[in-house]
């Protein structure tokens, strides 16, 4: 959802309203990114994108902390048995200053040609480092924001691969970008042979599986 209020509706006294995308200039977003000020602590994530920013908290519970676990130990272990290079990010931000700031749950670098990000705590520069490969958002409460104005924001950023998982069914909604666009896939173009419904499986077995149970299976299936 986008707010066409004006700014001075929802950034007043330093306080910002979460969850909704607010009209804002990149100076006043960066007053808060950077900043974080007393409202927000480490957990909150920032977006801007077209002259809009947006703040969230990220979950607590386990629903999209499992997701974010059992994502993560399929991409990396799909890429170790196919000799993939790849680097995990979890929360980073990335930002091109003046224009956007995106802060996915999952981020990747894969292939054989990408340069490792300095390691701070600083956002990374988008005018000195590309864009994460493939970028995953994990959503219950934002997944029409995860398929509407984030949508568009990373067919912006440079990334080849977005995937927005919807914790609630355990459906994982795949996209390849190219030329600012994006499409539907339902096999990963950046990890060839990675099926999207494979994924959603292993989402639905972690209900009820631990997780040594879920990495046996994958690494049957990813050997053969």
């Known amino acids: 959802m986008v707010s066409s209020s004006s ?3 929802k950034l007043t006294q ?3 309203v ?3 995308w607010v009209k804002a200039t990149w100076e006043e977003f960066i007053e808060f990114a950077d900043d974080k000020n007393e409202k927000f602590d480490e957990k909150a994530k920032f977006y801007y994108h077209d002259g809009y920013m947006r703040s969230e908290m990220s979950p607590i519970g386990p629903l999209h902390a499992r997701h974010n676990s059992i994502i993560s130990s399929i991409i990396k272990l799909f890429a170790t048995l196919k000799n993939i290079r790849i680097v995990e990010l979890n929360n980073a931000s990335f930002r091109s200053s003046g224009r956007s700031e995106l802060q996915p749950d999952l981020s990747y670098y894969i292939g054989l040609e990408f340069k490792l990000p300095p390691r701070s705590n600083k956002p990374i520069n988008l005018n000195e480092f590309p864009s994460p490969t493939l970028v995953v958002e994990i959503g219950a409460t934002s997944i029409n924001d995860d398929l509407g104005m984030k949508r568009l924001l990373y067919e912006q950023s440079g990334s080849q691969e977005y995937w927005v998982v919807d914790a609630n069914v355990d459906r994982v909604i795949a996209f390849s970008i190219a030329d600012g666009r ?8 950046v990890l060839k042979g990675l099926k999207i419904e494979l994924v959603e499986e292993a989402l639905k077995k972690s209900q009820t599986e631990e997780d040594g149970e879920i990495n046996r299976w994958l690494l049957d299936i990813f050997g053969k």
């Open 7 to 9: 700014t001075q509706n």
């Open 18 to 20: 979460t969850d909704i």
């Open 14 to 16: 330093n306080k910002l």
């Open 182 to 189: 994006s499409g539907q896939i339902d096999e990963s173009e």
